[in-house]
């Protein structure tokens, strides 16, 4: 019993040296990841359920490393946040995304472009004005871009979040609760947002048609956002059952590998073009 408990704890301790050797490898080398160009934007369509078309895309960000392969945002976006990297890397996104959307409209692709902001940024007092200024630059009309952040992240410093909200709405930026159903929002604070959308994260998507509870948190989510007058965007929808349960229920937009996987420009430009062609 003795031997297989230190063995047992060697595993441990090996896998948690390899976790540290990596997260120490992740962070020596995501500080040249923007210079050397290693990092893309991937685009996910958003389809409008009433209009039957792909009205709005996505940004996810994707790093390719020459030696690691892909490493997920997951893994890497909350070490940007601890290393302070998230402002360069948050505004090379907003260019990258902002720049994309204003060559597809200038191409008659009219698509509202979603960008995924996280907790540090809304540190950055000269946010608005920077997104205001790449906009303009890019000759993006402003309500086409749509800025996501988490509910946990809105609701952590509600009074400064709700500052920033304001200087860009001010601007004409959209604005969407991400995750929702997984922080604790307060209904006043929701209220008081006063946001475009609210995305339902996708743990209640995922087993929607076999589960009542999910079907009861989808439903008064949606009634929540219907008396907010807010949109409601459902995130990790998989199947054509998904879909029209959605649907049903009065959903507004639906996101997920059903419509389509999060791809380069080049590979979701037909796919989008064959949901919008009448
Ligand atoms: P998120 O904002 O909630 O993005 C949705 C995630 O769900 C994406 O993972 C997407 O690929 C995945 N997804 C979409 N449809 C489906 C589906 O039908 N089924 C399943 N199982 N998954 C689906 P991804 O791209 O790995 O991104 C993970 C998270 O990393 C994002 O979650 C977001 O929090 C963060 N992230 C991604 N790009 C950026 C970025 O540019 N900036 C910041 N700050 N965070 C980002
Ligand atoms: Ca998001
Ligand atoms: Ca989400
Ligand atoms: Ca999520």
Known sequence: ???????????????????????????????YALERGQFTLFYQPQFDLRLNRVVGVEALIRWQHPEMGFVPPMEFIPIAEQMELIH????????EAISQAARWHRQGVQLRMGINLSARQFSDERLADKLGRMLKKAGLPTEYLDVEITESVAMESPERVLQLLAKLQ?????????????????????QKFDVEFIKID???????????????????????AESLEM???????????????????????IQGYYISRPLPPAEIEPIIEGYNQD
Request: hydrophobic share 40%.
């Open 202 to 224: 996708q743990a209640f998507v995922r087993n929607l048609l076999g589960n009542k509870a999910d079907q009861g948190i989808v439903k008064a989510v949606l009634g929540i």
């Open 88 to 95: 360069a890397i948050g505004y090379w996104v907003a260019e």
């Open 1 to 31: 019993a003795k031997q297989s408990g230190s063995s047992r704890f060697k595993v441990y301790d090996e896998s948690c040296q390899q976790n540290f050797a990596r997260r120490l490898y992740i962070e020596s080398e995501l500080r």
């Open 231 to 253: 949109r409601v965007i459902a995130e990790g929808v998989e199947s054509a059952e998904e879909l029209e349960l959605l649907r049903a229920l009065g959903c507004d937009e």
């Open 170 to 190: 001010e601007q004409g930026v959209k604005v969407a609760i991400d995750d929702f159903g997984t922080g604790y929002s307060s209904l006043e604070y929701l």
